[in-house]
């Protein structure tokens, strides 16, 4: 897949204005071969309050959110965290749900600040309301950069379609599997999770796959 595809450069963020036009769909933000990032708090906090929006959505919905949160200077814990919730609702309208993701942005960004810069566990994590098991994961492998294996509904279709496990198709099984199989590395990481995504995003098909995941 890396052959055909090549580096994904992600997570997304917003001050990154080329594309990678080896991707389907949205394909700006995107930062192939540069591991480096994120390269700041305001940084990891885009990344986090973007796997909260993206939830039951696209990305291209999440980043019209965080585009309105950026040009309205709130794309910040401070900011969302004293923000009106109606404000900030109407601010992430696009990605959908928005009355229930607007107060998990304001919970999630008293949390963010509690912090004080520094890095979460996984339990601290999905002690928050509104944050599960997939979200988490992609918290701290993308923000945090801890290798974590994201578990999403593109992994689990790939498994499906490709044969190559046995087990019940539950979030740790799955994780469990790749984690097992796969080199601990944050770039191996992050790169066979965003590849399973484009992969599927291309030749998944829902219907052509086995039932119970």
Same mark, same amino acid.
């Given at each position: 897949?890396?052959?055909?595809?090549?580096?994904?450069?992600?997570w997304p963020l917003l001050e990154f204005n080329?594309?990678?036009?080896?991707?389907?769909?949205?394909?700006?933000?995107?930062?192939?071969?540069?591991?480096?990032?994120?390269?700041?708090?305001?940084?990891?906090?885009?990344?986090? =309050?973007?796997? =909260?929006?993206?939830?039951?959505?696209?990305?291209?919905?999440?980043?019209?959110?965080?585009?309105n949160l950026e040009k309205n200077d709130f794309?910040?814990?401070?900011?969302?965290?004293?923000?009106?919730?109606?404000?900030?609702?109407?601010? =992430?309208?696009?990605?959908?749900?928005?009355?229930?993701?607007? =107060?998990?942005?304001?919970?999630?960004?008293? $949390?963010?600040?509690?912090?004080?810069?520094?890095?979460?566990?996984?339990?601290?994590?999905?002690?928050?309301?509104?944050?599960?098991?997939?979200?988490?994961?992609?918290?701290?492998?993308?923000?945090?950069?801890?290798?974590?294996?994201?578990?999403?509904?593109?992994?689990?279709?790939?498994?499906?379609?490709?044969?190559?496990?046995?087990?019940?198709?539950?979030?740790?099984?799955?994780?469990?599997? $790749?984690?097992?199989?796969?080199?601990?590395?944050?770039?191996?990481?992050?790169?066979?999770?965003?590849?399973?995504?484009?992969?599927?995003?291309r030749i998944g098909n829902k219907n052509n796959?086995?039932?119970?995941?």
């Open positions: 897949m890396y052959d055909k595809y090549g580096p994904q450069g992600w080329g594309v990678n036009p080896t991707k389907t769909g949205n394909l700006k933000g995107y930062h192939p071969l540069d591991y480096s990032y994120p390269k700041n708090e305001i940084q990891k906090f885009e990344i986090c =309050i973007g796997a =909260i929006l993206t939830q039951n959505t696209t990305w291209a919905n999440t980043e019209k959110a965080l585009i794309l910040n814990p401070e900011r969302i965290a004293s923000c009106e919730l109606d404000t900030l609702k109407g601010l =992430i309208r696009s990605s959908g749900y928005y009355n229930q993701k607007a =107060i998990r942005l304001k919970i999630f960004s008293e $949390f963010f600040m509690d912090l004080k810069g520094k890095t979460p566990n996984r339990d601290e994590l999905l002690s928050v309301k509104g944050i599960g098991p997939e979200t988490c994961d992609s918290m701290l492998l993308y923000a945090y950069k801890i290798p974590t294996f994201v578990v999403d509904a593109y992994t689990k279709r790939f498994l499906a379609r490709s044969d190559i496990f046995d087990g019940k198709f539950n979030y740790y099984d799955v994780k469990a599997f $790749f984690e097992k199989n796969l080199e601990r590395d944050i770039i191996i990481f992050q790169e066979f999770h965003a590849l399973i995504v484009e992969n599927e995003k796959v086995k039932k119970g995941y």
